[in-house]
């Protein structure tokens, strides 16, 4: 699973949220379109897991930038509302439902809200196809 691939779920997850909402990358800086949505998937760790799998960690930032700059907190609040709806279970990515480790932290701050969660997956290593031909089990030499 790519980065990639998660910022483009969360993206169809959350557009319908806010009607004329846009995604930006999470390197624009400026101009700041209003409304839309700014997502981060910065990656925190990935290690190895048994047979060959690796075991994969993410922390998702979520940013909202309101309509309207000066009276944004009616619109914060509803966007965060149906933000928790949406994610509250978690979310898919090309068919592997990827459930939330723990709590969605919200806060709305200077007219933008904020979203903060991590996710956690494994990814096993691709079938080779060959079967194992020989087995040693408690010394003994088990053939298939």
């Known amino acids: 699973m790519k980065i990639r691939e998660i910022r483009g779920a969360l993206a169809a997850l959350l557009l319908p949220l806010a ?15 209003r409304p839309s949505f700014k997502i981060d998937v910065l990656p925190v760790s990935g290690s190895a897991a048994c047979d060959g799998a690796r075991e994969y960690e993410a922390d998702i930032d979520i940013w909202y930038y309101p309509k309207s700059g000066d009276r944004p907190r009616d619109e914060c609040d ?39 969660f991590g996710i ?17 089990y408690n010394g003994e030499e088990l053939t298939t």
């Open 19 to 33: 009607q004329g909402a846009e995604v930006m990358r999470p390197d624009d800086k400026k101009p700041l379109k």
């Open 78 to 116: 509803a966007v965060a509302e149906q933000l928790l709806d949406a994610l509250g279970e978690g979310f898919a990515v090309g068919g592997v439902w990827l459930p939330l480790d723990d709590t969605i932290e919200v806060d709305t701050s200077q007219g933008v809200l904020v979203a903060q």
């Open 120 to 136: 956690s997956w494994v990814e096993t290593a691709a079938e080779t196809g060959e079967y194992m031909e020989t087995l040693n």
